[in-house]
């Protein structure tokens, strides 16, 4: 708790309003005592939310102008955002922000310690589900659930300290997750699988909610997060085959804050990542590793490939002469052996740098 102010100490009763803000946090539900507690106490508005956004809990009419304050902590390892606190009530009760604050992200964490007890109990539920250790018979089709996948963009760095922060960080994003789906009365299951944050819900709107969920999880970190959800599956017997097409998606996401489901997934993804086309692949790359320009003729390739506009549209996003960007197609021609006007040629090429998908630079 920060220091008593000179403006705090001129507040009415003031014993008597940090003993009522204190026993408001440490109740069944501290979020919602507390600014029930603080709208009464002001008599306006106060209102938490969660760091995704939602709604946690309200009170109160407003009575003065809103002040919102970021909850937040951090440590070695870096800032958590956590949620915020806004308060619409009398000038003269702007003393009183900073306490509020400081109970209100106290409320959040004793939610989150009870929603981290809860939530161990469905990562051991899920990671059976997901290991095949449950009987079947324990297992009857029920709703349709779906499984999501996330993964930061970036590996951690080098390092023990950066490992534990980035395991730290993989574990608040499954919190986050759970969080979300439990504010919207769905009882879900997290838990961490190596470098992937897990969930397996009942979904009732799958695009709906996997959109909403990964902006949850974006709204929750300054990391970039991908996301892939998995197609509807009747029961958690399903759980292992769910994961399976979730992953799928997750690695055929290319955008750093990117999502997709396994139903709009590029369906000859899966064939291109499973090995099939690794013969075709390493032929496309050996030949044009034989015209030894470090790669410049390949990235035009990708670059030529995902374009569908004119020569120097292309030639200009990829800052070359137009010239020199026929020059490379050219070269591109004479090893592989075939004009790029060929569909077959360029089907080879989808084939071959498809599942890799990221647009080299010439």
């Known amino acids: 708790m920060r220091d008593t102010s000179p403006d705090l100490l001129a507040l009415p009763d003031l014993a008597a309003l940090l003993g009522s803000l204190r026993e408001a946090v440490t109740g069944p539900q501290p979020e919602r005592e507390l600014v029930a507690r603080l709208a009464r106490l002001t008599g306006g508005r106060a209102e938490i939310r969660a760091s995704w956004g939602d709604v946690v809990a309200v009170a109160g009419e407003p009575a003065g102008p809103e002040v919102t304050r970021r909850l937040s902590y951090g440590d070695a390892s870096g800032e958590r955002h956590v949620g915020s606190l806004s308060l619409a009530a009398a000038p003269e009760w702007a003393p009183l922000v900073p306490v509020a604050v400081e109970y209100a992200l106290l409320a959040r ?203 120097p549209e292309l030639a200009a996003r990829l800052h070359v002469h137009v010239n020199t960007l026929r020059y490379r197609l050219r070269r591109a021609e004479e090893v592989l052996g075939g004009s790029l006007r060929d569909p077959s040629v360029l089907a080879r090429l989808y084939l071959a740098f498809g599942a890799e998908g990221e647009e080299g630079t010439p």
């Open 109 to 311: 964490l004793q939610a989150a310690a009870a929603g981290a007890a809860r939530r161990r109990v469905g990562e051991r539920t899920l990671d059976a589900l997901l290991s095949g250790t449950v009987p079947q018979a324990r297992l009857p089709d029920s709703e349709p659930v779906a499984v999501a996948v996330a993964a930061f963009a970036r590996p951690p760095a080098p390092g023990s300290a950066a490992r534990t922060a980035h395991a730290h960080a993989l574990d608040v994003l499954a919190a986050v997750g759970e969080g979300y789906f439990l504010e919207r009365g769905l009882t879900a299951h997290s838990t961490v699988r190596g470098d992937r944050a897990v969930w397996l819900w009942p979904t009732l709107d799958l695009a709906r909610e996997a959109r909403d969920l990964h902006a949850a999880l974006l709204a929750s970190t300054a990391q970039d997060v991908r996301l892939g959800v998995s197609a509807p599956h009747p029961g958690p017997r399903h759980a292992r085959t769910a994961e399976g097409e979730a992953r799928h998606a997750l690695a055929a996401t290319r955008q750093a804050r990117g999502s997709t489901t396994y139903h709009a997934m590029d369906p000859l993804y899966a064939l291109l990542a499973d090995g099939s086309f690794a013969p075709l692949r390493g032929q496309v790359r050996s030949r044009l590793a034989a015209l030894e320009d470090g790669g410049r003729t390949e990235a035009t390739l990708r670059a030529y490939l995902a374009h569908s506009g004119p020569l």
